[in-house]
């Protein structure tokens, strides 16, 4: 880990800037955590606008620290949740031994100093992702609302490495409708409940809420999972009691006719492309 007095703190970015202060954050989360400057921490220096940074690889070894150290499974939830987020906006993958848009940090600092910062990421996500069992049974025992879970899904999708449904769960968080894209006219498929029973989903070829009055088209919903994914998701869903989703699966598996060519989709993959 890039230690706390470290010049190379003050090289790397955040979002407002250069990340000076981040390492001083770290070390107060690490000797008290406070949710506060956890807050401080990831809005000034971590993530925006579905956005990471260089001080945010720099930072990850020691909030994967903390969450597999503290004794308190609320915070333990807390960090997995929002390292989760981080990890499914990481958009450089696969980019061993460093990202290619370090380059000019590589010049400045070196490349083995990037290689260490990106490699010990790496081995944070692994670390956080070994808590993944532990996070969930602790939400399956508490009073959580759906919205909470569903981040907890999307941070355990992220630490599986499916980044496609980790996106969508999260550009959909509230759980109550879906985009997806038709493959064959590429046009907009919004994917609504039912008016009179919120766990069926229909089709519509325009926004249900501003466009009023249209024919809904009907979502053949799937008796079982084969794609692999979604049956994880799906158990992963119901072990947490995450209600809304587990209701929606079923139906986001399942077959439609596109409202605006009427060429048959599958939902799924069509929600994925918009991911």
């Not at 990471?52 to 915070?75: F, G, H, K, N």
């Not at 944070?124 to 070994?130: H, N």
């Not at 993944?132 to 999307?154: C, F, G, H, P, W």
């Not at 509230?174 to 006219?185: F, I, L």
Request: charged residues 20%.
């Amino acid at each position: 880990m890039l230690k706390w007095n470290s010049d190379v703190w003050g090289k790397l970015t955040g979002a407002y800037g250069f990340a000076d202060n981040a390492p001083v954050l770290l070390q107060q989360l690490v000797q008290e955590y406070s949710q506060e400057i956890f807050d401080e921490l990831f809005q000034e220096y971590l993530f925006h606008q579905n956005t990471i940074y260089t001080a945010t690889y720099a930072a990850m070894p020691y909030l994967a620290q903390l969450a597999c150290s503290t004794s308190d499974a609320e915070v333990r939830k807390e960090l997995y949740i929002n390292c989760g987020i981080i990890e499914v906006s990481r958009g450089e993958r696969d980019e061993a031994p460093f990202p290619a848009s370090w380059a000019e940090l590589a010049e400045d600092v070196g490349s083995s100093v990037c290689s260490e910062i990106y490699g010990d990421y790496v081995e944070a996500i692994g670390k956080l992702r070994a808590l993944t069992e532990e996070v969930l049974a602790y939400t399956a025992q508490q009073s959580i609302d759906d919205t909470e879970k569903r981040y907890i899904l999307v941070a355990d999708a992220a630490y599986r490495g499916s980044y496609l449904p980790a996106n969508m769960l999260m550009t959909f968080s509230e759980g109550d409708d879906y985009v997806a894209v038709c493959p064959a006219c590429e046009q907009d498929v919004f994917i609504w409940p039912n008016e009179d029973c919120a766990g069926i989903l229909q089709a519509y070829e325009r926004d249900p809420v501003f466009h009023t009055g249209q024919e809904p088209h009907v979502i053949v919903p799937v008796t079982s999972f084969v794609d692999e994914e979604i049956r994880t998701l799906a158990e992963r869903a119901a072990s947490i009691g995450e209600q809304t989703l587990a209701g929606h699966l079923p139906y986001l598996a399942g077959e439609t006719l596109c409202p605006s060519c009427r060429e048959k989709i599958s939902v799924w993959p069509s929600l994925l492309s918009t991911s």
